[in-house]
Structure formats: C-alpha cells, structure tokens
C-alpha cells in the first residue's frame, strides 16, 4: 500500500483549504501602499482589537515582522536580549545587525523561557564601554524549546522590570495562538504588556503568507516607514489577507487537537528504544533525542516509510502537526514510530 506523505517537517507546509481560496477570492481588494485595500485594513485592525493594541501592519513574513519591530525598539549601538535559541536572533541571518545595527546579550533559559532573575544582571549600566540594553525579545511558543509557554504571569513579570529599567519589549508571536489555546489566556490581555506583537497567520493558523506586527500608532505609524524601506509595501495584498481573516475565524478553535495530536505522538515515540527521551509536549512541536549522530538516520528512516519530520541537531528530531494532519495520519504516524527499522 502507497500511504498517503504524513509531513510533519513544520506548520508552513499546509495548503489553503477551499473555504479559505473562496474568502481569498472574494475579497475586496485596492493599492495598500495608498492605504486603500479594506481587507488589509480589516485584518490590522481585528487583530489589533483582538491584542488590544492600537494598530496592526501587515507584511509579508513573521523574519520582516520581528525585525521592523526590533528596528522601531533600537537605536544603532543598541543591545537586544532575548534567549540563545531565539528565532530572532538564530534564524534570521543576522538581520539584528543588518537592519538595526545593534548587539544582542544572550541569555539560557530553561526551553528559552526567559525571567526577570535571568534578565536583570544582563541589563547594561549606564558606562562609556556598554551599549544601551533598550530591548527584550520573548518568542511565545518557543520553537526550539519544543513549543513550551509562557504563562501571562510570567510575562507580566518582566514586562514589570522592562517597565522600571526603561526597556521595550517584543513578542514574536509567530505561534503565539498555540500558546493561548494550551495557557487558556485571552490575547487581550496580553497588549498592555508588549510594545509590539508580531503574529504569524503562516504558521498554526494555515495561512499561505503573512504576519502582522502590532503595536501603539506611533510604532506602526514608523514601521510603516520601515516596511518600505524593506521592500515590504504590498499593493492588491487583500487576497491574502483574507486568508489571514479566515484562518482566525475558523482555525484558532481547532488549535487543541494539533496539540492533542502531538501529545498522542510522544506517547508513542516514548515506547521505542530508539527514543532517548522526549521534551515535554505543551502545544503543537514534538522534540526527540536518539542515540548520539543517530538524528539524520533516523529522518531518512521515517522518510522511507512516508513520514517526513527534519532534526534539529545531530541526536534531535522534530515534529510539529498541524492542520493538514488527520487523525487517521496520526494513527498512521504511530504505526510507523512503534514499528520503525
Ligand atoms: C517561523 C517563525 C518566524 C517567522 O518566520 P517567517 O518564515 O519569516 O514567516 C518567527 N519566529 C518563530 C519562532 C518562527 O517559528
């Protein structure tokens, strides 16, 4: 039997559903760059009424979201501190230094959950030697810490200090709505405390592309600015963001079985004996440890049965579901984990 691909290699990879192409395709559309595409509009301003922010920019990629708002947060000569597996400061090619011409303090905390004790002896005095420590970045979910949370306590804690050493703080959401649907905390609570929010429709929600940054009017009134300058300026973009409307309509509900889904998965993997251990499971990513080097192997293994998933080091593997995966695949996906080689 020729079993259908289970790819688990991210949450980029679905397809817009047909409710999503027929909300894309009615869509109203006009020039964005002249501020005349409502369902861009439309979209910037639920998601800031959902955040309880100001204003919201849409842009082509959550990369762009996080650096424009990085770059509204600095001045050249800055420091930013966020965690040393940050996707800001990782997987975005340096562009801290490109775009914003600012130094980054990186911090270990445990699964990348920062704390205001881990945060506060890294804050910069004021000396002729140290840059300006202007800029927290916290990533909710952590990909590289398996999708662990931060609860809104947690937040509010180091919002707190941010708050007394005069230091902005930014959020990148790229899943941040997994990370509500396991805390069960409401997004609008979450605005008082970041100065920008970027969310990812790209990812969980199943969006084909867009993030939208979040923030008071005057940040957005500047990154709008800074989009432009980036080459981010879209024009007819309403097609895509109504993809981005229909995704937080219909696709923010059904987050829980992704999780439900996931936790199912490391149940399985953690009745093999190829499986060293595996990070606890809080949202939609599943992190694995095999036997040392055994990574890549394992991947190809798994490729040949028709399951796709990608390491993360040379002894870790990840899967992360989402909306393309069945229940039947994951039915599927736990054969192949319990019978693998
Ligand atoms: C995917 C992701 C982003 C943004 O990625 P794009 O591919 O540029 O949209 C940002 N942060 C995290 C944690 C991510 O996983």
Redesign the pocket.
């Known amino acids: 039997m020729i079993n259908k691909i289970i790819d688990f290699r991210s949450d ?1 990879v679905t397809k817009p559903t047909t409710g999503m192409l027929d909300a894309m395709m009615s869509a109203k559309v006009g020039d964005d760059v002249f501020g005349e595409d409502e369902t861009v509009h439309e979209l910037e301003t639920k998601l800031a009424g959902l955040f309880n922010m100001e204003a919201g920019l849409f842009c082509p ?6 650096q424009i708002g990085i770059k509204c947060f600095t001045q050249p000569m800055d420091e930013v501190i966020c965690d040393q597996t ?3 400061y990782r ?2 090619i340096g562009g801290i230094a490109f775009h914003s011409a600012a130094s980054v303090r990186l911090l270990h905390g445990e699964r990348g959950i920062l704390t205001p004790e881990l945060i506060e002896p890294e804050i910069n005095e004021d000396n002729i030697h140290y840059p300006n420590s202007s800029l927290v970045v916290l ?1 909710n ?3 590289k810490g398996g999708g662990s949370c931060y609860s809104l306590s947690q937040i509010a804690s180091i919002h707190h200090l941010c708050n007394i050493k005069g230091l902005k703080l930014h959020l ?1 959401g ?2 941040i709505f997994n990370a509500l649907t396991a805390t069960g905390d409401s997004a609008y609570n979450y605005g008082k405390y970041f100065d920008g929010i ?1 969310v ?1 429709l ?2 969980g929600l199943g969006a084909p592309v867009g ?1 939208v940054l979040l923030g008071s009017k005057t940040t957005i009134h500047k990154a709008k600015k800074i989009r432009k300058a980036f080459g981010g300026g879209m024009r007819q973009a309403g097609f895509l963001a109504a993809a981005g409307i229909y995704s937080l309509d219909n696709h923010i509900e059904r987050l829980k079985d992704d999780h439900k889904h996931a936790k199912n998965l490391a149940v399985a993997l953690l009745q093999t004996s190829y499986v060293k251990s595996v990070m606890p499971v809080e949202t939609n990513i599943v992190i694995f440890e095999v036997s040392k080097g055994m990574a890549e192997k394992v991947v190809h293994q798994f490729k040949e049965k028709g399951l796709l998933c990608n390491t993360t080091s040379s002894s870790t593997v990840r899967f992360v579901t989402h909306l393309d995966i069945s229940p039947s695949m994951v039915d599927e996906a736990i054969e192949i984990i319990l019978h693998l080689r």
């Open positions: 980029t990629s959550g990369t762009m979201t996080n940050a996707h800001v997987y975005e990533e979910t952590v990909n990148d790229a899943r970027s990812c790209s990812k993030s």
